[in-house]
């Protein structure tokens, strides 16, 4: 009877070694939700580039194909003005 006690004993040591590792160690369900939430949170900042690239790329073929767009922004982002235009700044 004294044998079978130990090979309990010895039987769960051993499950509970494996549910250790199981939850905790290398490989563990913790570490696969966690890289599960890491790909989530890079494929949402994928998109975001994704999307700031459409806008990038569309600025740049507006620029090559015409001088409004760059006219457009010098004025607005660079207060430039053309010859013999007057600029009337209203400040409140």
């Not at 989530?40 to 990038?56: F, G, K």
Request: charged letters at 25%; glycine letters at 8%; proline letters at 0%.
């Amino acid at each position: 009877m004294r044998s079978h006690y130990w090979l309990f004993v010895v039987l769960i040591a051993v499950l509970a070694g494996l549910q250790h590792r199981l939850w905790m160690g290398s490989g563990s369900l913790k570490q696969a939700a966690e890289l599960k939430q890491q790909i989530a949170d890079q494929h949402q900042e994928n998109e975001q580039m994704l999307e700031r690239n459409r806008v990038l790329d569309a600025e740049v073929v507006e620029l090559k194909k015409g001088m409004e767009t760059v006219e457009e922004r010098a004025r607005h982002e660079l207060g430039m003005v053309k010859g013999g235009e007057t600029l009337y700044q209203i400040t409140q």
